[in-house]
């Protein structure tokens, strides 16, 4: 998305429920192919939880199991490309 530029222009004019919700979206997620969108957070306890929420959850969704190393290793690429994609 080209949005960026917009909507930290939209930050200064607003007020700070907006700010909340701006820094909600520049988190990075992992979309799962089950449809699951999982916040990645810089804190690895909860980062650990929400995968292991996330292989029930996914269970429960498709029948499939995936492991910890499966979406730790999806969500590692997932934030390479989101690097990739803010240098450009
Ligand atoms: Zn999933």
């Known amino acids: 998305m080209s949005s960026g530029v917009i909507e ?3 930050q200064s004019k607003n007020s700070n429920e907006n700010l909340h919700d ?3 979206q520049k988190m990075p997620a992992f979309d ?3 449809g699951c ?3 990645i957070v810089p804190d690895l306890f909860a980062m650990n939880n929400a995968i292991k929420d996330h292989i029930k959850e996914h269970k429960q969704l498709t029948g499939k199991v995936v ?3 499966f979406l ?3 969500i590692i690429v ?6 990739t994609i803010d240098q450009t």
Do not use: F
């Open 78 to 83: 997932t934030l390479a490309k989101d690097a």
């Open 32 to 34: 799962c192919s089950c």
């Open 8 to 10: 930290m222009e939209n």
């Open 37 to 39: 969108r999982i916040l």
């Open 67 to 69: 492991t910890e190393q």
């Open 22 to 24: 701006s820094s909600i």
């Open 72 to 74: 730790a290793d999806a």
